[in-house]
């Protein structure tokens, strides 16, 4: 890693060796690219500190970290990448569009009457949302639609979520977190699959 200008610090720069820099590849349909690491020390053998998955898994040639990143798209900048989130975070609906659940998620992450919320849709016609309230869904549903709607705004029509595909959790079953308090997206969306087959009308 290189260090990056103060203007950019939210960005990272990459070693532009090619022994040593990573590989971007293009998610399909946007403009977002997962680093992959290619097992090149076949080729450059003094490069092989740099790669140390493949000494954990020699019979690999590529390592798919599953972690998003977008180009900086201000001139001059070009060579500089922002995170933003993971492969698992991107939904795709049954019309091959794609939805990076973490543009709505991450809005939401500082509403006050919000434990957590998770967008769902995989292989759906459009986007729902799983919310944990702090409070019963009568009292903070008006509050939790109007922070919804504003997010609406600066997401792509394809990504929105409409008032019926609100999907609150119970008290007795909060969302499923990893030992670092992250929700877990896929077995969130499992405890709740009845109430999410529901909204689509099955």
Request: hydrophobic letters at 40%; charged letters at 25%.
């Amino acid at each position: 890693m290189l260090i990056v200008p103060k203007t950019h610090w939210s960005y990272m720069e990459f070693h532009p060796s090619p022994s040593l820099s990573p590989t971007f590849e293009r998610v399909a349909n946007t403009n977002l690219h997962e680093l992959t690491i290619h097992n090149t020390t076949h080729t450059d053998p003094d490069s092989a500190w740099s790669r140390p998955v493949f000494e954990i898994f020699p019979e690999k040639k590529i390592w798919r970290t599953r972690d998003l990143f977008r180009r900086c798209e201000d001139p001059g900048f070009e060579n500089l990448w922002k995170f933003e989130g993971r492969v698992d975070d991107i939904l795709v609906l049954n019309n091959a569009l794609k939805v990076n659940a973490l543009h709505l998620e991450v809005a939401l992450q500082s509403n006050p009457l919000l434990h957590g919320s998770v967008v769902f849709g995989q292989g759906r016609m459009r986007c729902g949302l799983l919310i944990e309230a702090k409070g019963a869904r009568e009292e903070v549903f008006g509050s939790v639609w109007e922070a919804v709607e504003e997010v609406n705004k600066g997401l792509p029509e394809h990504a929105r979520i409409q008032r019926e595909m609100l999907v609150f959790a119970e008290a007795g079953r909060p969302f499923v977190r990893a030992a670092k308090g992250t929700i877990v997206r896929a077995a969130t969306t499992a405890l709740y699959e009845k109430e999410i087959e529901v909204v689509y009308g099955c």
